[in-house]
């Protein structure tokens, strides 16, 4: 048991964590009486327990949008997550069967995970019966916390073993406060909630009359991407493979290796399939059109190395490719990010070189 003093204000109400770091650094100034806040203990209640308590704002509605008979997607307008969106920056995507639904990344908050509930109340009165994670970053996951709250521990959460083990680990915590700062706490009392449920290529999983296929072909945007496939409507649920309007993050990930994972979602898709992403619109030629965007990069460091060409002029290399001259003035993050991303595929293609 510990006492941890907590701020309420004069009427007994708990400030949010949010008053907490505005008023507290007022203090020196004001003085707790003058700000209307108070010191008082709350017994059994420390630190962790505290935060898990306190929520930040509720994230505002956002109406549903069909894209078939089964699938419906809640857009994101935002590419990234600030403290004006609450971190709603990511797709969130559910199936809706005659047995409940099942939810295809679950976003970045509780919060954003009880306003995904409440959408979809509006479409079904179907309970939510599963949650597919597509990979460990953080606004794919952490909404689990308000499904898992929702519905109990029972609720099957799946994702690729590899995701499992990093947000277990160090990955989980990073994320989660990740996201506190960049939202400016709106995203305070999420809780790290883990997939519970293992799951692999090629497995389907038979949900009322709608049938969910899994593919995963190795290192892409990370190591453990989980593609979707809505056998039913011929619709796949690309995660952060590729996106519309925005160059992703591929850290984590590899360029040959997001080529095979796209060729080989094509061939199983066919020319009538849709793909999803979480960042952006859903498009029949996405998987092309940012592969092509891919390749403008990937090819001109594969040539630099070869010839022996260094980074800097690689890059100047990469930006006179017409595959990525003509996307540089509308894709987000474009200059911020495309000298890093260079550097990752030129330091892939050496390696490949060996």
Same mark, same amino acid.
């Given at each position: ?40 203990? /709350? +017994? $059994? ?5 505290? +935060? #898990? ?30 403290? #004006? ?14 047995? %409940?639904? @099942? ?9 954003? %995970?009880? /306003? ?12 939510? @019966?599963? +949650? ?7 606004? $794919? ?57 293992? =799951? ?7 949900? %009322? ?15 453990? #991407? ?31 290796? =997001?080529?095979?994972?796209? #060729? ?40 630099? +190395? ?49």
């Amino acid at each position: 048991m510990c006492n941890r003093p907590v701020l309420v204000d004069l009427n007994g109400r708990i400030a949010t964590r949010r008053d907490m770091l505005v008023h507290l650094g007022r203090m020196g100034a004001m003085g707790a009486a003058g700000m209307g806040l108070a010191l008082t203990p /709350m +017994v $059994h209640t420390c630190a962790g327990e505290l +935060v #898990d308590f306190i929520e930040g704002p509720p994230v505002p509605d956002i109406a549903p949008r069909q894209l078939s008979p089964h699938v419906w997607m809640i857009p994101a307008k935002d590419p990234f997550p600030t403290a #004006d969106n609450h971190g709603m920056m990511s797709n969130i995507v559910f199936v809706v069967t005659r047995d %409940g639904v @099942v939810v295809l990344d679950s976003g970045a908050s509780l919060q954003i %995970g009880h /306003m995904v509930l409440r959408m979809i109340k509006t479409v079904t009165s179907k309970p939510v @019966v599963a +949650v597919f994670n597509s990979h460990f970053h953080g606004d $794919h996951w952490l909404g689990n916390h308000a499904f898992a709250q929702a519905a109990g521990a029972k609720l099957p959460i799946y994702a690729l073993d590899y995701t499992t083990e990093q947000i277990q680990g160090h990955e989980g915590p990073l994320w989660r406060s990740l996201m506190e700062r960049w939202t400016n706490q709106s995203t305070t009392g999420t809780t790290i909630t883990p997939p519970n449920r293992s =799951t692999s290529h090629g497995q389907e999983f038979r949900f %009322g009359e709608v049938t969910l296929r899994m593919h995963h072909y190795g290192q892409a945007h990370t190591k453990g #991407d989980l593609t979707v496939e809505v056998v039913n409507d011929k619709v796949f649920h690309v995660g952060d493979l590729a996106m519309e309007n925005r160059i992703a993050n591929i850290d984590d990930g590899s360029y040959p290796g =997001t080529f095979k994972t796209f #060729d080989s979602l094509t061939q199983a898709g066919g020319k009538d399939a849709l793909f999803v992403p979480c960042h952006g619109n859903p498009q029949k030629d996405l998987l092309h059109t940012y592969g092509t965007f891919l390749k403008g990069i990937w090819e001109p460091c594969q040539e630099a +190395v070869k010839s022996e060409v260094p980074l800097a002029q690689a890059k100047d290399m990469v930006l006179k490719d017409p595959r990525v001259a003509r996307r540089a003035a509308t894709m987000l993050g474009f200059d911020s990010n495309i000298g890093k991303y260079t550097s990752l595929a030129y330091l892939e293609a050496e390696r490949e070189s060996f």
